[in-house]
Structures are given as C-alpha cells and as structure tokens.
C-alpha cells in the first residue's frame, strides 16, 4: 500500500497518484521517445487525479497535465477542452534526482506560465525517513514540493536544485503560484502526516521562482473549516489543493479539499481584505461535496472561470470540468461542462 493510499484512506480508500496514472488504449503510433498517443480522447476515457489545467495562450491550446508511472508527469492537449490527444511524457525524475534520496513518484503536478517560462510545481514522494518517528503513525518521510523551469510547456522542465523547493525538514505538498503586488509566492500545503492538523501556508519565492525567500506563513488550519471531517482513524484534518483566485469584488478566494461527511470535499476559504496575508475565513458550506476534490482554477479563452478537479475520489477517478460563477461573495458551481 502506498503512502498516497494511506494519506488518503480514510476519505474514501483512493489509489495512489503514481497507481492511477495510466495512458489510455493505443489509436495512433507515438514519436520515438514517447508514451503512445491516442486521438480524440475525452476526460471521461482517461484516468486521472488531481489534474491542473493550462490555457495557453503561446499556442492556443489547453494542456491538462497529470502524474505519469515512475515518477513522471503527462500531459495531453485539446482545442475545445472536449476532445483530447495525448498523453505525451514531459517530465520524468531521473535516478538520484534528490542526490541519495530515491524518488518515488510524482504527486498533484501543476504548471504555471511566469515572465516568457512555464514552470512545473510539482510534489516527490520517498520513502526516506525523517529522524521524527511517531508509534502507531504512518512513516514521516521527505516529501515535499519543488519547482522546475522550461522554455516550453512540453519539457524538458529543469530543477534548480537536487531537493525540495520548501524547506527539506518540512512534509510539503501541493504547492501553486500566487503573485500579489508583483511578488511571486507559493501556496502550499504542511502534510498532516507530520502535524497532525494539517495546515495551508504561503512563502515568497525569488523572482525566478528559483528559491525561497523568507519562511513559510501558516495561512490556516484545517480544523477550521466547520466541514472539514477529524479522520477517524488518524485523528488528523487532512489540507490538499489549494488554488486561487481574485474576485471582482477584491476579495481573494481559495479552494482547497479535505475530508468531508460524504467523502473528499472541496470548501472556500475566503480573504476579505483581498491580500494573501488574510485573515482567512471558511465559508460553511462546501463548493463540491459528492466525493471529489483537488481543485483547480483557470480561466477559457473565452474569459469564463472554469474548475477542475477528480471525481470520485478512488480507482475510477476522472478529472471534471465546471463552469463557475463569481458572485463577489463566494465561488459557486454555475454548471457542469460536458467531458463527453
């Protein structure tokens, strides 16, 4: 059983990331070097959790990427967001692409365009240990969350260092790009597994996204939220997720995912004052609650807001898309756009 399986387990027994990254049957013949391609894919054919969605404007095209098999990221591409081909292999971990420390897999990768570059968040996953051991707890290993730089969305993606972006000693995940009055941050997440009750912080990046500058910031916890289910079994708030976005009310506005009373759930938390620095407050009623979350914002060519996230939160998991509404106070599902 894998860590992401254990991580998981009690919002609904998930497969892990590397597990559920399958390509789907071969239609065409690949290119040398990569993956089998399929044409005239839709989301509902392909498995996939915790999907970011990018519309480029460089090509005009929308690429949704994923984790691949062996610690890898994959990426397919599409014009309309309804017909897909892919997936093509833009990113694989090398041997000792951490020095000593194997990496394992790939979790929640995201891609980011930033001043003529694409950048990939992505988050490792070991099994090397931490010094801090808990009895009766899951391993507490080096996981954590890195950036990566290419002049193309396609690769090849290079790291600017051979560990985590956030601090090492830190259990990290899911991190995004938030920029505020011009500097760049990173909204991540502090592992449950090492805390306990899980945590969504922020910390300024170097103006190349090379490094951090500065300490992390603990934006809020995820007891917080009055939806958010204590595990049963662990006793912990999980924190998965974040993404944001800015309101035309000035408001600043993120969704992020926990366990729920119905399964994995995706909630708002809300900053009035519109800066990153909150205060933060959780809205009480859940965005999604019907067993899917890992949200992630973006917006169409043709400006409407859109999100994705995975749904149900287990072995047939496919990412679904949505049509969102701004209403200046809150986030809201408008309706679901057709995958199929």
Known sequence: MTSKLLRLIFLSGALS????????????????????????????????RDACVVADEASQQYIIIASARGAGVRAYTSKDLKTWEGPRLIFQAPPKFWGEIDVTSVWAPEMHGYHGKYYLFLTFDTKHLLSEQWRDWLPRVSRGSQVLVSESPFGPFKPFENHSTLPPDMMTLDGTLWVEDGVPYMVFCHEWVQIKDGTVECVKL?????????????????????????????????????SLFRSKSGKLFMLWSSGGETGYTTGIAISDSGKLAGPWRQQAEPVFAADGGHPFLFKRFDGQLMMTLHA?????????????????????????????
């Open 206 to 242: 170097k103006s190349d996204l090379s490094a951090i500058d500065g300490e992390p910031v603990r934006l809020f916890d995820g007891s917080d939220a009055a939806w958010s289910k204590k595990s049963d079994l662990y006793g912990c708030h999980v924190t998965d997720g974040p």
């Open 17 to 48: 990331a590397a597990a559920a990254a399958q390509t789907p049957p071969v239609q065409t013949a690949a290119r040398p070097g990569l993956p089998p391609v399929s044409k005239n894919l839709s989301l509902a054919d392909i498995r996939m």
């Open 312 to 340: 149900p939160n287990k072995d047939t998991e496919r990412a679904r898309l949505f049509e969102m509404e701004d209403t200046g106070e809150t986030l809201r599902i408008a309706r679901p756009f057709p995958v199929n």
